[in-house]
């Protein structure tokens, strides 16, 4: 992957991305980590990739470390200094040298396919999965974007794609044409929550460290309401009218309460560091 790293800007300061672009305004909010558990679940509905996964980490002892690092090397690449993150893109690179397998026959979709870690269609549909959660959680717990602020998120999260290694040519050139990807592939063959994504999935959703228990109810509820209908009917998670209306009105007081959070529990870190060195 670092091969394909693209320096977009070179003589563009010292990160990838200014602090006046749509993603850092976005991706700095830490209650975007409450679409985390959407994300994973719409990853693991990939077989091939609930296959890497299973087959190549610890899952089960922590199921919510892989959230964790994908999510630390966002942040580093989003904020840091692009010293730091290279170095973030380089790790994520050498963790996937070793991921690749086969699909194991008991899956109903994909069963014996050869999986890779660096596959392009795989890559960009784990980019896809974080982007759209991140677009999902902002409107709902922070504020709604705009079309042109979504048009100009979405072009940001293009150069993201290609720090990762993701191939121009596959990635969806405009936001119409990248939430079209999406409808298609929810509805294709190649997502099918099998047993193995659904074994994982009740790892992501009853976390076995202690330190994530209090929490789990709220992470459920949230996890299950952020999610498409069709795969939530799929990971046989539970969902009404009645929930709708529960989860509208938890959005709308974690907006109301969100101007009045300090800034080192609303800000991710790396953002939260940045912003403090550019003020010097």
């Given at each position: ?26 991706n ?88 890779d ?65 999406m ?24 976390p ?31 969902w ?11 959005a709308?007081a ?13 800000i ?13």
């Open positions: 992957m670092t091969d394909l790293i693209v320096d977009t800007a070179p003589n563009d300061a010292d990160r990838f991305f200014e602090p006046s672009s749509k993603i850092w305004q976005v700095r909010e830490m209650v975007l980590l409450l679409a985390g558990g959407r994300a994973l679940l719409m990853q693991l509905a990939h077989p091939k990739i609930a296959a890497g996964v299973a087959e190549h980490s610890r899952f089960q002892e922590d199921p919510l470390a892989r959230l964790y690092r994908t999510m630390s090397a966002m942040w580093s690449i989003v904020f840091d200094e692009r010293t730091q993150a290279r170095a973030a893109l380089e790790s994520v690179e050498r963790r996937h040298k070793q991921v690749r397998g086969i699909v194991p026959g008991s899956e109903p979709s994909q069963g014996g396919a050869p999986y870690a660096f596959d392009q269609e795989l890559l960009l549909w784990v980019h896809a999965t974080l982007i759209d959660s991140a677009l999902v959680a902002y409107h709902m717990f922070v504020a709604p974007l705009s079309s042109d602020e979504r048009i100009i998120y979405y072009s940001d999260s293009k150069k993201l794609a290609s720090l990762f290694g993701i191939t121009e040519g596959i990635i969806p050139a405009t936001l119409g044409a990248f939430e079209a990807y409808s298609s592939m929810l509805l294709s063959d190649e997502i099918t929550v099998g047993p193995m994504a659904k074994h994982l999935a009740h790892d992501v959703l009853y076995r460290p202690w330190i994530f228990k209090p929490g789990g109810p709220l992470f459920r509820f949230v996890t299950a309401g952020l999610l498409a209908a069709t795969l939530r009917v799929a990971y046989d998670l539970r009404s009218a009645r929930r709708e209306k529960m989860l509208a009105l938890l709308t974690i907006r109301g309460l969100l101007p009045l959070v300090p800034a080192p529990i609303r991710v870190p790396n953002a939260r560091a940045a912003e403090k060195a550019k003020r010097r």
